[in-house]
């Protein structure tokens, strides 16, 4: 599918990112994905990939939780264009909050995004915290550096 639609390198690394595998995306993929957020080109093509997993929905909810998950990551250790593009499409974020998915077994698993979406928003809306956490994460990355 990714040499069909003749996606990017960073277009690649987003879609496994935000695949519908049962576990969430590796550490390293996502220190990748964020180092390559400062690349102006890769960004737009990483943001856009993220929007469009976004708006996900149904059995795809991993799709959107992911999605979610590396933009949290990006927003703390990415380009701080990540955080502003969030901000200025926070509606987008918002609407998750409202997520609704119940699996063949009747678990809620919209849930999931509904708690990242407003954990987001409050993130976005925060500038102090947003600058805190964006400290500590880049702390915490160059001590993974010096290792």
């Known amino acids: 599918k990714n040499i069909v639609n003749n ?3 960073a277009e690649i690394k987003v879609r ?32 856009s990939m ?7 929905h149904g059995k795809n909810w991993r799709h959107v939780y992911k999605a979610l998950t590396l933009l949290d990551y990006l927003i ?3 380009s701080e264009r990540v ?16 997520f609704q998915y119940i699996d063949r077994d009747g678990k809620d ?3 999931n995004v509904r708690e990242k979406s407003k954990q987001l928003v409050s993130l976005l809306k925060d500038d102090e915290r947003l600058k805190t956490e964006r400290a500590q ?3 915490t990355k160059e001590r993974m550096a010096q290792v």
Do not use: H
């Not at 993929?29 to 990483?46: C, G, K, P, R």
């Not at 955080?83 to 918002?94: L, S, T």
């Open 76 to 78: 703390k250790t990415g």
């Open 83 to 98: 955080a502003q593009q969030c901000k200025e499409n926070i509606f987008a974020i918002q609407t998750l909050k409202d």
């Open 50 to 56: 993220i929007w469009k997993r976004l708006n996900d």
């Open 16 to 47: 496994e990112a935000t695949s519908n595998d049962p576990w969430g995306p590796s550490s390293s993929l996502m220190t990748e994905i964020a180092d390559l957020t400062y690349n102006v080109v890769a960004f737009s093509e990483i943001m």
């Open 7 to 9: 996606y990017s390198e």
């Open 109 to 111: 698993q919209g849930i």
């Open 137 to 139: 994460a880049l702390k």
